[in-house]
Every structure is written in structure tokens, then in C-alpha cells.
């Protein structure tokens, strides 16, 4: 780069930045400030042309005067015109002031690129190397749309000198990763690779960052790069620091480089040409003896340097998982960091050992370091670092040493920090199921796990023991005793009481022949808790309660007094009270068959994917726990059995036009949409789980699989729900401009594709019953490209937060090429509204963020109950609705053919009971039904008249609320 010349100092700057640290207080300082604005604007506008020299300056003092946060509307035009001067050190800065302040929208963005390219043709390095500077710096779509084919051309270009090829190749690399669709694959691509066998190690090391990016989205194009960067490695690697002295880093030989060209091959396999990967192999061997070298200077820089290849090359061995040799290496390096003083090495050295202990190779290597792991979890001071080592137990953990590990994770659970305490407890919840030979061991685990940090213990770990309790007739009886035992305790956590009542309601007669456990005993102990647990817990008491007259009848007559009670049969709560009424009624008149075959055992729980797996994924992030679990790649051990895994592989991919959704299909038969939605798959019969968690589950009357059953009324494992935000997203977008006419395809019916375009296709599927609904949303990925940070929000606008009440499972963050992901909404209907809730789907392809936002069709005719009524009935309700604020009519012209038979089936779709012989014209259609609410119900009467002649219809509403009429009469007559 030219040397700034002496004259080029600008001492009016460096005078104008001088006065501003001089100023005592923020008025002086804008003060200051504006007096130079308005000397910077008077020379602008003067009559005197200004030199090159006083525009430089100016614009410097602009650009100074931004960077301290002041806002700057003028100079843009000064600071373009010095693009064209022929000195270096006026470019220089009309190229920073753009990059800095134009915006890609701006008016000059045209003159700037004719500037730019200008420079790029110019031959001069310098020039060229600035303009490129400012492409990269600037990045937008525009600059990439006007120079993403010259780039190419002028990196692979013979003539070009080193430094612009270095420049070339990264401002390529910016422009790809923001604008990859309009950077052109041609004839270069196969050029640039062998930039990597370049004489200049700078060309090398920009290329190698590059090749590394455009290998990962067309890793067939480039495949010729892994010999040249093994052979490039190879002479790195095996040269003394003394060979590359202008890239040699604390006597280190080109370490950044080094390490580019171990990520780069790290999207490869293994190459298949026996003598370069012979050749990589050496590579690795020398990294690893280099490690075991006494470092040639005391300097951390040159120890980070050293240490940095090596965890790089690492990471090759363990992505290539095929040398067994190198990876116990690997392992014992590692196992000599576990105990290294510097914190962020023993980090390090913690997860590269996690994904070393998922190969079948280095497995029992890892094994060996376990003491050094446990007293890293017990000593450590730095919390990641001790997730780190909780992570490495949970992945060495095997069925020889489970009970170690176990134990070891329990006792540090005790003073663990709050941030880490549920996923451990996960973990262990995990392991305990995975590697349990006795189960009597699993039991005494959770409910150790239960005692030491029930808090933390979520729904998932407890409806999963009481699953595995089902399932195993060997384990029943010691579970109920052990519960039994466990509820003694004076200080006795809530999770503790809704496993015990669950198993001693199921099973509670296997300890009933001991006296200290007799059936009386068992209840007294169950309801000493009651009055101090939440409502939840006390419904399923409730229904332990009923299970006890059924199992032991001598307790009838003291539960029938429990149920008797006030605190019961007026409780304040409608559930409890609900419970109370029906199980009291239900002892007193139903016989002893009859409650036998009501109040029958749960039959065993169809074996699925731990419900606790699925969540701790979800808790550490797509692919980090994926790793770890695939150690077995055929297999995977699930409480006790063995479940196949699909290859992903063997999916086939459908063409765009395929019905990703699978709206085409008919629902699984034996079962409505409503059943079990917290799993991953919709079952045909739902299994359900202990407690009255899921208030829409009991209030829909959710199938399950022994109707019998009473102690039974939530999905059981639910993944998480999580409330949906009702205020509005500051991120969210508006809605698309035909999002009410996609939202009026829905008014009368509930299933279809709601939104498709080229990338995306959103189908629906939903049921509603009173006020209450679940609505199924199936997004589709129609390319080959998978979706990245696909992140779906359901936003309630202004007053719709107060009047509807929605609840969501969230989705996965990567959707691939040609899958579909689920998501569950839960839907209650506070109060009547008009808005629609907004539907705000963004994710990323290709690199670049889409945005697309919806009106989710949730109208107030879904909570429609047809009703059914008389003529005379019907008359005298419809004029005893004649007030002006009651009725909403509107006349309208057909939009649609006026047939008969659509008709009727648009009105039964709307909601209402299409009522026959109630009109005196038989041409009309009259309907009615209530609008069920949370806090209201609202009658509704309808009456359509159509005049074919006249190719009009007249629609009449009347209810008992005007804001309702209105709605509903807005809502139908677009559907004609």
C-alpha cells in the first residue's frame, strides 16, 4: 500500500477531532458540531470549486461526525465524486465514506457502481483492490446482481496480481453468503480450486475460506479440491517454521491456513485414492507427535496456534470415523487436556471427547478417563465447563458403568447450578430407562430423582416411569411399595404425589395384604397430601380415590364421605367439583361388575421414542444430541426393547407437485384430529396420561385407548407447549395481500391448504367442539434445500389476546429438502371476536430469510353448535330478536353459480343446523345455532333468501349480540 505523504495529514481534521474531545459537555460537543456542519454545507454549495485535497477533508469530517452517532444528509454526491480521483488516498476515503453511509437504496448506487467498475477494469491493483473492499463491505443484492459475474472472471484471470486475488476471492465469499442465487457456477469453479496449489500462501489461505463455503451447497463441483488440500496440508505440516517465515506464527507454520484446509476437507468422506489418503493420514500422525512435542516457546499465542490445528485435525478424525488407531490417539491427546490449567482446554478437550465417545472405536478409550470426569463435574469452578462434563458422562455412559454414572450425576445434582439442574435430571431419567437391567433399580432412581430435585423434574420424566410401571408386570409390586414408602416422608414433593397415586390406584392392592399398608392406610396417606397440592394433582387424586373403591371396598363408605363433602362437591374449581359429583354418583348406583369393568387396570402403553429424548433434543439444538444417540447406527434400546431406526437415506423425495401434506388423505381411522397431540406422530389411538393437565384434552373428550379408564385425561409425554405470544411480534411482517381472501377458503371448512408458492406449502387441518378447538398445521418444504431456523409464532392483535386463548407445540428449526413438520395449536374461545390471529412463518433458504405472514382462519363460526328447532319455536325466538342492535343484514350479488345443493352444504359447513319446512318460501334456507364462548353463549338465526332472477341473495342474521350479527353476516356473505 503507498505511503501517506506528508502533505495528506489533514490538519483541519485532525484540529476539528481535537475540539471535540476538548468539549466538557454533550451541548458543547453538538454544538461544535453544528458549526462545522454548516461550514462543511457553505463550502459544498460555494461558487469556488474545491480540490481534491479540501473534499477529502470535508468528507472525512462527515464521516467522523457519523461514527459518533450524528445523523449526515448531504456530502454523498463529494464522496462519489472522489471515486474518480487518481490518487489513492482520495479514493481510499471516498470508498470508506460509502461503505459506511450510502445505503443500497440510494439514487447514487448507479453512479457508485459505474465508479467501481471502472476500477475493476482498470488494471491498477490498487484501484481494483479497493473497489472490490467496497463491494464486500457493502454486500447487498444490488452490488451482487451488478458484479457476481466479473468477480470469477478477474480471480481465476492469469494476470492478476496476488493481492487482488486475495481480494477477489473474499469479497466472492461475502457476495455467496448473502446473495447465493446470483452467483453463477460456470467454467471458474473448476479454475479456483487450483488456486489451492497457488505459490502465494495468501491466495491459498482466501481461496481455501472460498472453496470451503461453495463446497457445502455443491460439494460435487469442487470434489477435486480434497487431493490438492491434503497435498497443499502435507507440505505445511511436515515444514519447519523456518520454510514459511512471512506466514510463521509464534513458530507455528501457517496455522490459519492449516486449519481452513482441515474444515474444507471436512466436507468430504474419507478419499478413496489409497495414496492421498495414506498421504492425510501422515498429516494427522505429524499433528499429533508435533502435540506431544515440548512447545519451542513459553507464549500462549504459540501454544493457541499449535493447539488450534490440532483440535481441527481432530475433528477430521472423529467426522471420518474410520481409523481406529488414530482415533484412540485422539482420545489419550484429549485425556491429557482433561487436566490441563488453562479452562478453555479442558472445555475443548470435554466436547471433542463427547463425539469420540460415540464411535464404536474410541468408545472404551474414553471409557478410561471416567475418574477424570467425574471430579472435572464435582471441582470445576466454570459452570460450562461442568456441562461439558456432565455431557461426556451422559455419551461414555453403557451398561457397565450406568450405575456408576447415575450415581455419580444424582449426588452432583444436589448442589448442581439451577441453570443445568433440568437438563441433568433429563439425562439421567434417560440412562436410568436406557441402561436398567433390574428395573427396580430404574424405579429407585426417579424417584431419588424426584426427591433431590423435583422441581426440575418435568411432566415428561414422571408420565414416563408411570408408562414403564404399566408396561412391566416384574416391577409393578415394588413400585407400590416403594411410592408407598417415598409418600411418608413429612416434606414430600408434588411429583412425588402424582407418581404415588397413580400407581397405588392402579396397583395399590399388591401391598394392601400388609398391615402396615392396608387399603385404609394407603388412602389416609394419599389424602394427608391433598389439601396441600395444586388442582391438577388434587383431579387425579380424585380419580385414585375411585380407583380405590373398586380395588379395596371397604374404603367406599370413607372415600363417599371425602366426595360428599362441600370442599368437593361445591369447589370453587368446576373440575374438581366435576370429578367429585360424577365419581360419588358413580360409586353409589353403579354394581360391583359395573365398576369393575369401568374402573379396569390401564392396559400397557404402545412403545414409542422416549417422550424424555424427544425433549432433551429439543433442549440442546438439532444435532447435538443426535450424535451422541447414533453410536448404534442400526438400533436404538427403548425401554428394554429394540426400536428400528429409518434410514433417511431410503425416503424417498417427492416432486414439487406431491402432496406434501397429505391433505388428500384421510385421517387416521378410529380416532378424531384431537388425539394425543403433544407426540411427534398423531397415533390412531391415543394413549393418555395420569393428571388433569390438559384442559382441552378433558373438555374434548379426547379417545383413548381403554374408555374405561378415569384416571386418565392428558396426551401422556407431551413434548412442551408453550404459549403462544398474543402481543404483536415486532419482527412479524404484514399479512400477504390476498390473506383475507386465503383466510375466506376457510370460513366453511375446516381442512385444505391454507398458503403455497414456489418453497412452501401450508396445510391445515382442525376440529372444533364448543368453545374449544385444535388445529393441525402441516408445513411442506417443496425443494431439495432444506430450511434453516424455520421458526413459526402465532401473534393475537390488539384485543384478540383477551379473546382468544392459543397454545402452540413448537416446530423443529430445520425442515429438510421435500419433509414436512407438524405443528399443534390448541385453541379456547374466550369471548366473541372479529380479527384473525396472524400467522408469521420466517426461516432461511439458500442463505436467504423468508418471510411470510398469514391470517390464521380461526373465525367465530368455528365455535357454531347446530341446533335443532321446531317451526313455531323458531318464529317466536326469531321476533323476540327484532331489535335494530340484534339483526345485520346485507344484499349482495352471487359471485358463484346459485346451486341449490352448495348452498346448503356452504351453510352446514358454516356451523348451523340447516332447518327443513320452517320457512313458508321453500326456495329460502333458514338455520340456528349457539356461538359457544368462554364467558358467553350467543344464539344465532339465519335466514338466506335467494333471487335466481335477479342473480342476488338477501342474508338476514340475528343473535342476541350485535357485534356478532355483524361479523357472521360479514363472514357468509363473501362464501356466495
Known sequence: MPAVSKGDGMRGLAVFISDIRNCKSKEAEIKRINKELANIRSKFKGDKALDGYSKKKYVCKLLFIFLLGHDIDFGHMEAVNLLSSNKYTEKQIGYLFISVLVNSNSELIRLINNAIKNDLASRNPIFMCLALHCIANVGSREMAEAFASEIPKILVAGDTMDSVKQSAALCLLRLYKTSPDLVPMGEWTSRVVHLLNDQHLGVVTAATSLITCLSKKNPDEFKTCVSLAVSRLSRIVSSASTDLQDYTYYFVPAPWLSVKLLRLLQCYPPPEDTAVKGRLIE?????????????????????????????????????????????????????????????????????????????????????????????????????????????????????????????????????????????????????????????????????????????????EVWYRVIQIVINRDDVQGYAAKTVFEALQAPACHENMVKVGGYILGEFGNLIAGDPRSSPLVQFNLLHSKFHLCSVPTRALLLSSYIKFVNLFPETKATIQDVLRSDSQLRNSDVELQQRAVEYLKLSSIASTDVLATVLEEMPPFPERESSILAKLKKKKGPGTITEMEEGKKEQTEVNGGVEPVVNASTVSTPSPSADLLGLKSAPASGGSLLVDVFSDAVPATGALAPGAEDNFSRSLDLPCESPTSLLVD???????????????????????????????????????????????????????????????????????????????????????????????????????????????????????????????????????????????????????????????????????????????????????????????????????????????????????????????????????????????????????????????????????
Open 283 to 459: 498429516c494427522m500422525e505429524t499433528i499429533l507427535n508435533k502435540a506431544q512435542e515440548p512447545p519451542k516457546s513459553k507464549k500462549v499465542q504459540h501454544s493457541n496456534a499449535k493447539n488450534a490445528i490440532l483440535f481441527e485435525a481432530i475433528s477430521l478424525i472423529i467426522h471420518y470415523d474410520s481409523e481406529p488407531n488414530l482415533l484412540v490417539r485422539a482420545c489419550n491427546q484429549l485425556g491429557q487436556f482433561l487436566q490441563h490449567r488453562e479452562t478453555n482446554l479442558r472445555y475443548l478437550a470435554l466436547e471433542s471427547m463427547c463425539l469420540l465417545a460415540g464411535s464404536e472405536f474410541s468408545h472404551e478409550a474414553v471409557k478410561t478417563h471416567i475418574e477424570t470426569v467425574i471430579n472435572a463435574l464435582k471441582t470445576e469452578r466454570d459452570v460450562s465447563v461442568r456441562q461439558r462434563a456432565a455431557d461426556l458422562l451422559y455419551a461414555m455412559c453403557d451398561r457397565t458403568n450406568a450405575p456408576q454414572i447415575v450415581a455419580e450425576m444424582l449426588s452432583y445434582l444436589e448442589t448442581a447450578d439451577y441453570s443445568i439442574r433440568e437438563e441433568i435430571v433429563l439425562k439421567v431419567a434417560i440412562l436410568a430407562e436406557k441402561y436398567a437391567v433390574d428395573y427396580t433399580w430404574y424405579v429407585d432412581t426417579i424417584l431419588n430423582l424426584i426427591r433431590i430435585a423435583g422441581d426440575y423434574v418435568s411432566e
Open 714 to 976: 392428558a396426551a401422556l409425554g407431551p413434548d412442551g407447549v408453550t404459549t403462544v405470544p398474543t402481543a404483536g411480534s415486532e419482527d412479524a411482517s404484514l399479512p400477504v395481500p390476498d390473506a383475507d381472501d386465503l383466510l375466506n377458503k376457510f370460513v366453511c371448512k375446516n381442512n385444505g391448504v391454507l398458503f403455497e408458492n414456489q418453497l412452501l406449502q401450508i396445510g391445515i387441518k382442525s376440529e372444533y367442539r364448543q368453545n374449544l378447538g385444535r388445529m393441525y398445521l402441516f408445513f411442506g418444504n417443496k425443494t431439495s434445500v432444506q430450511f434453516v431456523n424455520f421458526i413459526v409464532n402465532v401473534n393475537c392483535p390488539g384485543e384478540l389476546q383477551s379473546e382468544l386463548n392459543l397454545q402452540a407445540k413448537p416446530v423443529e428449526p430445520i425442515v429438510e429438502g421435500g419433509a414436512q413438520v407438524q405443528q399443534v395449536i390448541n385453541i379456547e374461545c374466550l369471548s366473541d371476536f372479529t380479527e384473525a390471529p396472524l400467522l408469521n412463518i420466517q426461516f432461511r433458504y439458500g442463505g436467504t430469510l423468508q418471510n411470510i405472514t398469514l391470517k390464521l382462519p380461526i373465525t367465530i363460526n368455528k365455535f357454531f353448535q347446530p341446533t335443532e328447532m321446531a317451526s313455531e319455536d323458531f318464529f317466536q325466538r326469531w321476533r323476540q330478536l327484532s331489535s335494530p342492535t340484534q339483526e345485520a343484514q346485507k344484499i349482495f350479488k352471487a359471485n358463484h353459480p346459485m346451486d341449490t345443493e352448495v348452498t346448503k352444504a356452504k351453510l352446514i359447513g358454516f356451523g348451523t343446523a340447516l332447518l327443513q319446512d320452517v320457512d313458508p318460501n321453500v326456495d329460502n334456507f333458514v338455520g340456528a345455532g349457539i356461538v359457544h364462548t368462554k364467558s358467553i353463549q350467543v344464539g344465532c338465526l339465519l335466514r338466506l333468501e335467494p333471487n335466481g332472477q335477479a342473480q342476488m341473495y338477501r342474508l338476514t342474521l340475528r343473535t342476541s349480540k350485535e357485534t356478532v350479527s355483524k361479523r357472521l353476516c360479514g363472514l357468509l356473505s363473501q362464501q356466495f
